[in-house]
């Protein structure tokens, strides 16, 4: 069982439809991430939310809108989204320290999107 | 962005050890990891190892870091049929959360 809580774990929408991916976390984590990973590929980082606030974005198109409404919550908002962006997308969480230190990221199962 | 690079596809008998290797580019990261994903489940840390180590060992896993040359491996002893996974390392830089880049994964398949 992973304490990273993702929902849905399968979407399936077309080009023209809006939704959204959910994340939570209990263990009080304040760094929050979405990945994107491909079939039989790497997790590639899209986001990264410290203390509330986007530290890090890996210049992901804007039809992807991430939002973290609280130090539990991380979402994914997906808007005209196109085949190319079906991939099982990765939720983390980690405690958040100075540069220079070991931070262990957990991990959900994921959300698997197909975009039709 | 730095290539993380690991074989695709390693084949062991159940008792024997594994060994897994990477090369990294990044000489800035301070810590090195080693994910492992099982089918449909998200990853989940196996170990890691600060950059001024050469080895650390946690029960079957050996990690061994040449930074010379940018060298990173993973040694399971004993493996079993459930270390059957996609093992990935990483590379990571800190500071307003983690900045990983992952390798790009090497599947483990062990037979009995």
């Known amino acids: 069982d992973t304490e990273v809580t993702q929902t849905p774990k399968h979407l399936v929408m077309g080009m023209t439809n809006k939704k959204s991916l959910k994340c939570e976390q209990h263990?009080?984590?304040?760094?929050m991430y979405w990945y994107k990973q491909k079939a039989k590929k790497p997790p590639e980082l899209m986001f990264v939310y410290s203390y509330e606030k986007l530290s890090i974005n890996e210049s992901v198109p804007s039809r992807f809108s991430p939002e973290c409404p609280n130090s539990s919550l991380l979402n994914l908002h997906l808007h005209a989204l196109q085949p190319e962006d079906s991939a099982l997308y990765l939720c983390?969480?980690?405690?958040?320290?100075?540069?220079?230190?070991?931070?262990?990221?957990?991990f959900g199962d994921g959300t698997r999107l197909s975009i039709l | 962005g730095e290539d993380v690079e690991q074989s695709l596809f390693l084949s062991v008998r159940e008792g024997d050890s594994s060994v897994i290797n990477c090369t990294y580019t990044d000489s800035s990261s301070t810590y090195l990891y080693w994910y492992k994903q099982e089918p449909g489940a998200g990853l989940q840390l196996l170990t890691y190892?600060?950059?001024?180590?050469d080895m650390k060992q946690d029960q079957r896993l050996t990690v061994l870091l040449n930074k010379k040359d940018k060298h990173l491996s993973l040694r399971i002893a004993d493996t079993q049929t459930g270390d059957s996974a996609i093992y990935f390392c990483?590379?990571?830089?800190?500071?307003?959360?983690?900045?990983?880049?992952f390798g790009t994964g090497t599947q483990l398949k062990v037979e009995l």
């Open positions: 190892i600060f950059s001024n180590m």
């Open positions: 990483a590379e990571g830089v800190t500071g307003g959360g983690n900045k990983l880049t």
């Open positions: 983390a969480s980690s405690q958040d320290a100075p540069g220079g230190s070991m931070l262990s990221e957990h």
């Open positions: 263990m009080g984590h304040r760094a």
